[in-house]
């Protein structure tokens, strides 16, 4: 089977802006340009950064601060680009001005931090919601509609690794703690969020990692048991590439999905005889960022605060597990009290 999923081109729906003018920002508005929305507006600290930003994507209003851009009239939803760290606050100003929220993952860098966010989008009745962008492609939406029939069965164990070599650099961004630096909450929050997904949230965590002398985590590892019984296995690095596969086993069959597994990619459902049973192959545009975006588009032209993909309440869960793992490993960020 192959899929040739592309997003119509129209510039119908919400007017973004995007507040953060770094790599992911870049990334993400490519994808909204090749998806036809309509993106009015960009914010950065500084007037300079946010006027090439705004040169190289076409965009009509150029905002030299945050407050500038969550203030801007013409603007309906924002994408917060930040590090980390400045995700809470971020968000929280353009909720404070009406905005509907995306938020870059990982949503914010603790629980605690995604409570404030919930409760204050609930209150200001906008959405508010996780950028955890491989949910909504188009691999994945088929994987769950494989699982929920039962051409596998019983799904019984779940493997995803998410390993990549990138910096040994110290005074880099991935490696800084006051940054919310480590693998953790850049990497394995991929197959993390994956487990919770297809199995819900974890009934116990069991995790083990690797620091490296900055104290950001640079491995990690767990094993998780769902409340089915079924247990899942996930591991995140930043010094070593690995082969980015998952895989969900089930008693009537698999489904293994290629490399990388969290980008638009292929996958093949074996049965337990070990007969295929289906080849699904992902042609979309772009690189798949821009799924996410329609459907925030569609929950708000729906009169929705929340949907169902990734409901906030999941966000907020997801957050409290990742919270648990750096507990068992050893890692705290300067910001928690």
């Known amino acids: ?77 924002i994408y917060v680009a930040t590090p980390h760290p400045a995700h809470r606050d971020a968000a929280a100003l353009a909720i404070q001005h009406g905005k509907h929220v995306l938020v870059e993952k990982p949503f914010t860098l603790t629980r605690d931090e995604a409570v404030v966010l919930r409760d204050l989008a609930a209150d200001a009745g906008v959405l508010v919601m996780e950028a955890m962008w491989t949910r909504y492609l188009p691999h994945m939406v088929r994987l769950r509609e494989i699982v929920a029939s039962g051409t596998i069965g019983e799904v019984r164990t779940l493997f995803a690794d998410h390993t990549q070599s990138i910096t040994d650099d110290p005074t880099h961004r991935l490696n800084d703690l006051a940054l919310g630096g480590g693998a953790l909450l850049d990497l394995g929050i991929y197959p993390v969020s994956f487990a919770c997904d297809v199995l819900g949230i974890p009934t116990q965590v069991r995790a083990l990692g690797r620091l490296q002398e900055t104290g950001a985590d640079s491995e990690v590892a767990t094993v998780m048991t769902h409340a089915s019984g079924a247990v899942s296995t996930t591991v995140s690095s930043s010094r070593a590439a690995g082969p980015n596969t998952a895989h969900i086993v089930g008693t009537a069959g698999r489904i293994d999905i290629s490399g990388v597994w969290y980008s638009a990619t292929d996958f093949r459902v074996t049965g337990a005889d070990g007969t295929v049973i289906e080849e699904y192959r992902t042609e979309i545009q772009g690189r798949g960022m821009q799924f996410q975006a329609l459907e925030a588009e569609a929950l708000v032209a729906a009169g929705r605060i929340d949907g169902d993909i990734l409901p906030i309440a999941e966000t907020v869960a997801i957050m409290g597990v990742l919270d648990d793992i750096r507990a068992q490993i050893g890692v705290r960020y300067p910001q928690e009290s």
Do not use: C, K, N
């Open 1 to 77: 089977m192959t899929d040739q999923t592309t997003p119509e081109h129209s510039t119908a729906g919400l007017r973004w802006g995007i507040l953060a003018t770094g790599g992911i920002a870049h990334s993400f508005t490519r994808d909204l340009v090749t998806a036809g929305r309509d993106v009015v507006a960009v914010g950065s600290r500084s007037d300079e950064s946010a006027s090439r930003f705004a040169a190289e994507y076409g965009i009509p209003h150029a905002h030299g601060s945050y407050e500038q851009l969550a203030a801007d009239p013409d603007v309906d939803i």
